[in-house]
């Protein structure tokens, strides 16, 4: 079955760091984009960046350049997201996806994990 | 970037009507579109790729048209379980924008 599964919630306080993690199951890991999105509470869904866990290609959105970092252990089949220094305004359930990519066919993100919600609260 | 314009932001339906929304993008995206649905508290949910080509186990009441820069979904008969929230999502360039989202509620 193919699945992705995220860790659990977590609350933080402002300045803390942070890294969340997506486990990947029942397709090829290595070869396949994985996605994030993030969800303020109340709001839309926000694409954060996609990472290629082959060789770590990442494209990130500008909105969010250099607040958070994706990255991945092939080894754990798990990619992760991660702060330095959280800020109340990353409060948020940040998504995984698989990224469903065929050339001139489909880019999308057709399986999610379940989400891990993030607090960050003094 | 490539902006995406989803409207409108809301609307009130019956089980049974017929609802269309629309999606504008900034500048040509071609077919790059994409719709999920997300109900309250869920995961979201790949509906449409490729503009008009329904995922896998999509009831075919969901269709998506349009190219360019402007798309529709168009619900046809709607059931009490597709009262949710949709959003469009761009795949031309990255960053993959998001819509605002179209929350579809009962009238």
């Known amino acids: 079955e193919v699945q992705l599964v995220q860790s659990g919630a977590e609350v933080k306080k402002p300045g803390e760091s942070l890294k969340i993690s997506c486990k990947a199951s029942?397709?090829?890991?290595?070869?396949?984009?994985i996605g994030w999105v993030r969800q303020r509470p109340g709001k839309g869904l926000e694409w954060v960046g996609i990472?290629?866990?082959?060789?770590?290609?990442?494209r990130d959105s500008p909105a969010l350049q250099g607040q958070v970092t994706m990255s991945v252990d092939k080894s754990l089949n798990t990619a992760y997201l991660q702060w330095g220094s959280l800020e109340a305004s990353d409060s948020a359930t940040y998504f995984c996806?698989?990224?469903?990519?065929?050339?001139?066919?489909?880019?999308?993100?057709?399986?999610w994990g379940q989400g891990t919600m993030v607090t960050v609260s003094s | 970037d490539i902006q995406v314009t989803q409207s409108p932001s809301s609307l009130s339906a019956s089980v049974g009507d017929t609802v269309t929304i629309s999606c504008r993008t900034s500048?040509?995206?071609?077919?790059?579109l994409n719709w999920y649905q997300q109900t309250p508290g869920k995961v979201p949910k790949l509906l449409i790729y490729?503009?008009?080509t329904l995922q896998n186990g999509v009831p075919s009441r969901f269709a998506g048209g349009g190219s360019g820069t402007d798309f529709t979904l168009t619900i046809s008969g709607l059931q009490p379980e597709d009262f949710a929230t949709y959003y469009c999502?761009?795949?031309?360039?990255?960053?993959?924008?998001f819509g605002q989202g179209t929350k579809v509620e009962i009238k």
């Open positions: 029942g397709f090829s890991f290595a070869t396949t984009w």
């Open positions: 990472i290629y866990p082959r060789d770590s290609d990442t």
């Open positions: 500048e040509s995206i071609t077919r790059h």
């Open positions: 996806a698989r990224r469903r990519l065929e050339m001139a066919t489909i880019d999308a993100f057709d399986v």
């Open positions: 490729l503009a008009t």
């Open positions: 999502q761009h795949s031309y360039t990255t960053p993959h924008s």
